[in-house]
């Protein structure tokens, strides 16, 4: 059972250009949650999502950022105009649609996007 | 709000020594509360979660929490480290129900020395 996808492992954009990453939960997972990892800092909750909704958005910037979970194909981290503070590791995990398995999240290995 | 602070940013241990790393949290009801650990350049792992029941908890290469709800903490231990275990930790609170999100410390680097 293949883990978390997350593509591209590293990206690297000049200000001002979009920024596309991309999650592919694990199979039979229902939920995506992204996190951004500033740093020497710990990770933050930015957004979850399932499919076709999102379900919360508290800790995703009001500008710029968006995402996405198609019925078909990944979810997609989409930040428009990157800024140098973009830059960071995006993390995205996925877990069970059961409720009593829903905190159980499991983590892909990230995409670090470097800001130039 | 929910709040997780791990204070010591970095621990040196021996090889072999017993290691214990805190976590205290903030919340207002029973939280779940999680350990995870990264290696250089990887995603996180977890190692094991509190939900309820017994408060201490046995996770996988051998590390262990408990849960004290009269001091707020899930520290993490492990009475024999090996070199391999060298990584960062972060522990984490998930909000309640109906929300999914995690909420984590700062992590604590550990070295682990020959």
């Known amino acids: 059972n293949a883990g978390v996808m997350q593509n591209p492992r590293h990206l690297v954009r000049r200000r001002g250009q979009e920024a596309r990453l991309r999650c592919s939960p694990m199979?039979?997972?229902?939920?995506v949650y992204w996190y951004r990892q500033l740093p020497e800092e710990g990770l933050k909750f930015m957004v979850y999502?399932?499919?076709?909704?999102?379900?919360?958005e508290s800790g995703m910037p009001k500008e710029r950022f968006s995402a996405e979970f198609p019925k078909e194909g990944p979810s997609i981290l989409r930040i428009q105009q990157v800024v140098r503070g973009d830059s960071a590791a995006y993390f995205c995990?996925?877990?069970?649609?059961?409720?009593?398995?829903?905190?159980?999240?499991?983590f892909g290995p990230g995409t670090r996007l470097t800001v130039t | 709000a929910q709040s997780v602070t791990q204070p010591d940013i970095h621990i040196t241990v021996s090889e072999g020594a017993s290691l214990e790393l805190r976590c205290n949290y903030s919340y207002g009801a029973t939280p779940y509360l999680f350990w995870y650990v990264q290696s250089p350049g990887q995603g996180l792992q977890l190692l094991l979660k509190?939900?309820?029941?017994?408060?201490l908890v046995q996770g996988i290469k051998g590390f262990e929490a408990e849960f004290k709800r009269s001091q707020s903490s899930f520290n993490l231990r492990k009475p024999s480290v090996h070199w391999s275990d060298a990584a960062e930790y972060f522990c984490a609170v998930g909000a309640g129900t109906g929300a999914n999100n995690l909420f984590f410390g700062t992590g604590t680097r550990l070295t682990v020395i020959p």
């Open positions: 509190y939900f309820s029941g017994d408060t």
């Open positions: 995990a996925s877990s069970p649609g059961r409720q009593d398995l829903s905190y159980e999240q499991y």
């Open positions: 199979k039979g997972h229902s939920h």
């Open positions: 999502l399932q499919k076709e909704n999102i379900i919360d």
